[in-house]
């Protein structure tokens, strides 16, 4: 069935780390790919997005490249921040509508 | 302008007590989601509308879950009978458009606790 997989949290670095949260997707066609953040105290928003196969998603110095071959769509930063602790969501969109989300990797980052 | 709202924001209820939870899309969002969260867990789909057409309820768990959804406006959820396995955040969300590239726009949530 449709299924999302992220990396297992917690994930702690220390700032201006190197961060990547593996995703990777199992789905029929061609789904639209999100990461979703849920930072401390506040309900979850879009960080980015990729609509095809190919395209990059990126925002706050955050990047995902959709890759097809691979069924992935990595999260990646090159270097973190303490306010980017947070909780991270993978999650496709099929064209019919339904959302499938992953289990969630919880980011701290130490000064 | 307005996001999604939700109320309650937090519910403590007696085990076999129904409960009415409520969520108020960005006006002009054609599609309304549910989601159920559990402590520490992933987002769990519940229920997706989409404009006049029928409701996915496929990710109800039970028949003791329904929801509603008024046009494209105020959507209600409701448990009834309520058990401890309930107790969750129970999220809303809403788009302007029916899966594909539309993000989706989350409110802050209802915390259900059933003692």
């Known amino acids: 069935g449709n299924s999302v997989t992220q990396m297992e949290g917690p994930v702690t670095l220390s700032e201006e780390a190197f961060l990547t949260i593996n995703c990777t997707y199992t789905a029929t066609g061609y789904p639209s790919l999100f990461w979703y953040v849920q930072y401390p105290g506040e309900g979850l928003q879009l960080l980015l997005k990729a609509t095809k196969a190919d395209d990059k998603g990126s925002n706050k110095g955050f990047e995902a490249t959709y890759r097809k071959e691979t069924t992935s769509f990595h999260l990646e930063k090159g270097s973190v921040q303490v306010s980017d602790s947070a909780v991270y969501f993978c999650a496709y969109n099929t064209n019919a509508g339904k959302s499938t989300f992953g289990d969630g990797t919880t980011l701290t980052v130490k000064p | 302008g307005a996001g999604v709202s939700q109320s309650p924001s937090n519910k403590v209820t007696e085990k076999g007590k129904d409960v009415e939870l409520r969520c108020d899309p960005i006006s002009g969002h054609t599609a309304l989601y549910w989601y159920r969260q559990r402590l520490g867990q992933g987002l769990e789909f519940l229920i997706y509308?989409?404009?006049?057409?029928?409701?996915?309820k496929s990710g109800l768990p039970s028949d003791r879950f329904s929801a509603e959804r008024t046009g494209e406006s105020v959507s209600t959820l409701t448990i009834q009978r309520t058990q401890q396995e309930d107790s969750a955040v129970y999220l809303c969300?809403?788009?302007?458009?029916?899966?594909?590239?539309?993000?989706?726009?989350f409110g802050p949530g209802t915390r259900l606790t059933v003692t």
């Open positions: 509308f989409q404009g006049n057409s029928a409701p996915d």
């Open positions: 969300a809403s788009s302007q458009g029916q899966g594909g590239g539309y993000e989706q726009y």
